[in-house]
């Protein structure tokens, strides 16, 4: 299996018990990111497009241009299939996961990856179109996805988003590191402890 999309796309008879823990897959592709900004932010997606790491439920990073790797882990509770974290760092770099930076709390929408630097003062020099672009986003669909795609045509930016674990809550986020830098960023939804 390599892509999140095949893990959540199986079927399985199994029926969760309640208490048990998860089966986790190791990290698994999403979306390579082609990132033209210098910065990386993980957002809760009802607040995407605005900037500001004390400010919103968001937080970003200072980075180089370039493709980026998305991936997620999934977790199995028997036949329910879930999303137990979310990455994201540049394509070619081995990385390990740093310290906690902050927390992301979610209400609705999961988290979503962005090239902020690129869509953000677009997003605000169109305010109408950027209104009505998230209230599509958030209340376009009354299906529930475990992963969606974002598109912001004004710059022709994808934003991948997941959903959040179990749904609502507040998400450690991590930075990764490589050679002592800085380069990507790393949410955890449900880890080993987590029982459903």
């Known amino acids: 299996m390599k892509t999140i999309q095949e893990f959540l796309g199986q079927k399985f008879e199994d029926e969760p018990k309640q208490g048990q823990t998860g089966h986790f897959t190791d990290w698994l592709a999403f979306y390579e990111l082609q990132l033209a900004g210098d910065a990386l932010q993980f957002t809760e997606t009802r607040v995407l497009g605005l900037r500001g790491n004390d400010e919103y439920e968001c937080y970003e990073i200072p980075v180089s241009p370039g493709a980026f790797v998305v991936e997620c882990k999934g977790v199995s509770f028997g036949a329910d299939l879930r999303i137990a974290g979310l990455r994201a760092y540049p394509e070619g770099v081995r990385t390990i996961r740093g310290k906690k930076v902050s927390e992301i709390p979610v209400d609705m929408g999961g988290v979503s990856v962005v090239d902020i630097a690129t869509v953000y003062q677009s997003m605000e020099e169109n305010r109408e179109a950027y209104e009505e672009w998230i209230e599509d986003t ?56 987590t029982t459903y």
Do not use: A
Not at 152 to 176: A, N
């Open 138 to 193: 958030l209340y376009g669909s009354e299906e529930i996805l475990q992963f969606m795609f974002h598109e912001w045509e004004l710059t022709k930016t994808t934003i991948p988003s997941v959903e959040s674990g179990f749904g609502d809550g507040t998400y450690d986020l991590y930075e990764l590191i490589s050679d002592g830098i800085v380069v990507g960023l790393e949410v955890e939804f449900i880890n080993e402890e």
